[in-house]
């Protein structure tokens, strides 16, 4: 068969015959310098139809021992294939340049960054990704600053795929991080998340401790430094095999290789200047609990004077359950002078570190701050967390303030529990306006017992409280709210109608002689 007979199925209407064609062709071309030269001849001919063209393109580039950057002139042919005034042909170009393997493609897929089109220059950047262009690094920064975010994305795959492939290049990397730009500072991040390599680490750790580089850069070095701390564990088949919505991301707790470099440098950096350092620093270490990290942090919280990172350091400390941060939020709750951010780390330490102590100085910090504090309902919170039932008068008398401070208030009073707190709620259920009384039986709903059947008979009496009432007395099946459930097994309402049939299912005996 003539050259032209071999080649004339590359323009066939059918696709499978194209294929099939080009599949041919391929392993013929890897012996016969004609044929490639051929192939090259089709491909970079603009008056062919663009499928021949592309077709002609991947028999080149799959011949053994030829194809992309199979010498200079057919070099040549590829870099103005990528080129092509056809953004069909130029995107197979820049595929086929990518996946060769040849680092003199590096330079034309460079120049495809530019291009007036987001598809080309999405592809341009994965291609660079997959060759490992080192040489691609700036203009691969530069392309993180791309309005389209699918090109962005490509940018910052590449980068991280340059830096798995060669090391060597991750500071180069990493300098994108003091970028003037926040899109290519936010884009530099995304290519050094989740990669745990020792020699990223090294590149990361040498960044931060370089004093001339902006503080902001160096903070987003050490927040990256201390997402690297640890790995997540190996993927069980667990998370996000159901619903992954549903449950946070497993938590990074397997150590690996990089791990004691990281722990060290974090620990070094508490000694930094930039406050916003420290705080990232004391981030990436809450959940170390060496005695050693601990003894630097409470020395960083005894010199410390901004009060943020005092603050933190409390948390991060009471977060470890250290004896130290005990006296620590005592003595914070009962200073009215004290910082708010240091009295809101306080109030969480507190509900952290549990105990008659720190319910006390809780409750202590809500009788000197009143209902009117910003951080109210902070110590509300803490209160339920404590299950300090001293706070029941306070918490009640909050109830009115505003909607935030009531709604926080009663659900506070239904998680604390006990008779006082109870008895709480049905005063309000009593005397309280209508969305007080709602969020009261909302409360007691969730949990009632036998003795408060009339209370709830009445509410259900009630049009606008009928519904909790029903769901509340369904949950307690009891004789003497029969009437309620024969009317909620005609409600609209397909959860009424269930928890009333729950509950006559119950009480049949009880039931059939009443009802008969």
Known sequence: ATMAELMAPLEHPSKDVRHCAQRRLSERAGSDAGLRGALMSLASDPGRPALARIHALWASAGSVGAGVGGGSETGAVWVRLIQDSDPRVAAQAIRAAGESGRPEMAPPLIGALTSHSADLRFRAATALGRLGATAAVESLQATLADPDDWVRYAAFQALNRIGRRHPAAWPAVVAGLASPNPRVVEG??????ATFDDALVAALVGFRRDAQRPNAARAAAAGLLADACRQPPAWD???????????????????????ARVREDLVRA?????????????????????????????TLRGRETDPAVRARALEVLAGQRDARSRPVTVAVLSN???????QAA??????????????GAVVGWMQRAGAGSALWLEAVTSAETLRATAAVPLIRRAIGTDDATT?????ALGRLGGSEARSALFSL??????????????????????????????????????????????????????????????????EQRAAARKALETLRAEARPVLE
């Not at 306080?346 to 319910?359: E, I, Q, T, V």
């Open 346 to 359: 306080a109030l969480r330490a507190a509900a952290r570190l549990g105990g008659p102590d720190m319910a």
């Open 270 to 298: 508490l000694e930094d200047g930039p406050s916003d350092l420290r705080l990232t620093a004391l981030g990436g270490l809450e959940a170390e609990s060496a005695p050693a990290i601990l003894d630097a942090i409470d």
């Open 237 to 259: 088949g667990g998370w996000w095999a159901y619903h992954p919505f549903r449950t946070p991301r497993p938590a990074h707790t397997v150590e690996w290789s990089g791990t």
């Open 336 to 342: 009215a002078q004290a910082d708010s951010r240091e």
């Open 429 to 494: 259920l009593e005397t309280g306006p209508i969305p007080v009384r709602t969020l009261a039986l909302a409360e007691l709903a969730s949990s009632p017992v036998p003795a408060e059947i009339p209370a709830l008979l009445s509410a259900w009496q009630q049009p606008e409280l009928r519904s909790d009432a029903l769901l509340a007395l369904a949950r307690v099946p009891d004789v003497r709210a029969l009437d309620v459930y024969l009317a909620g097994i005609e409600s609209r309402s397909p």
């Open 407 to 411: 709604a926080g208030a009663i659900r």
């Open 188 to 193: 530099t991040a995304f290519a050094l998340r």
